[in-house]
């Protein structure tokens, strides 16, 4: 299927990058900038702002409830932007989708970014967040039952290595983990995956550019070749939670996606993966308005309803 024409559309609008190198600031403030009011915002029951005391120290976090309800599972979602960009303020419409469709409470994890704080602080961050809201989850209003991962994009690849971080650790509680187009190979060898050939140019994120909008975390001390910078490197994928894998039919880093899902399957894990067809990458970020894309958000509801 060609790209979807509504994406296709704003895709072709796109101004060419600025020439000299990528400065965080202005990127994150040309982020941050289009993002929408709080009054025009999906309402749900309750939206608060709070800290996580965790073992890599303060970190924020708001939680969504959907419902007046006593008692909900559990979302942890950390957000995209290959680990530079992003925040709880550009992702705030993708949390309130996934609160909304999925019936549980989202915490949303405002994790330290390259280049300012190095690795692993930002994985540090989004691992020590699971386990407060295991640890506090009274305060939280959970139920006691789902305790979800949710990523997307850079935030996928930290929702896959913190559930090995948490099976390493032993910490079983850990019940699904959900991958929006992850970025779970950093080595960037285009020769690796077709998909970083097939759709190297035309689609919003473009293989040239993986290497150095990815820079500011590898150049923190990222190893690509360390199993929690790159995910698809862990030898054994046994054991982790069951998956649902979201990849896009033209994004550069679809096949990792989809060989990520099907290593799993190969280790016993319970692992559903689909391809979304006339997407680009950051689909659900900027296209959920979109139905079809939207979906999305009603699949992972369905997926983590399941037993």
Not at 99 to 106: D, F, I, R, S
Not at 183 to 201: C, G, I, K
Not at 266 to 292: C, K, L, M
Request: with cysteine.
């Amino acid at each position: 299927m060609t790209l979807h024409p509504e994406i296709a559309k704003i895709v072709a609008s796109l101004p060419a990058p600025p020439p000299g190198p990528i400065d965080p600031a202005v990127l994150r403030a040309a982020e941050e900038a289009q993002v929408s009011p709080p009054a025009e915002r999906l309402p749900l029951h309750a939206v608060e702002d709070r800290t996580a005391t965790t073992p890599a120290g303060e970190v924020p976090v708001r939680v969504y409830t959907p419902t007046a309800a006593d008692a909900h599972g559990l979302l942890v979602y950390f957000h995209g932007g290959a680990f530079f960009l992003g925040s709880l303020e550009t992702h705030d419409h993708v949390a309130r989708s996934l609160a909304q469709e999925t019936g549980l409470t989202v915490v949303s994890v405002g994790y330290r970014r390259a280049p300012e704080a190095a690795f692993p602080a930002g994985l540090e961050d989004c691992y020590g967040v699971v386990r407060w809201a295991a640890e506090n989850g009274a305060s939280l209003g959970w139920d006691g039952t789902t305790l979800a991962l949710a990523g997307d994009s850079s935030g996928g690849t930290f929702a896959a290595a913190v559930a090995a971080m948490a099976h390493d650790d032993g910490f079983d509680g850990i019940t699904h983990q959900v991958l929006f187009y992850p970025s779970l190979d950093l080595d960037f060898d285009v020769d690796r995956y077709a998909s970083l050939r097939e759709n190297a140019e035309g689609y919003g994120l473009e293989t040239a550019g993986l290497k150095p909008f990815n820079a500011f975390y590898l150049d923190s001390g990222a190893d690509p070749a360390d199993p929690l910078v790159s995910p698809i490197k862990r030898a054994d994928l046994s054991g982790l939670p069951p998956a649902l894998i979201l990849t896009a039919e033209h994004d550069p880093l679809r096949d990792e996606g989809e060989r990520y899902g099907q290593r799993l399957q190969e280790a016993g894990v319970d692992a559903t993966v689909h391809r979304y067809a006339g997407a680009n990458h950051g689909f659900v970020q900027n296209f959920s308005w979109i139905p079809e894309y939207h979906e999305a958000f009603a699949e992972t509801g369905r997926f983590l309803r399941r037993s």
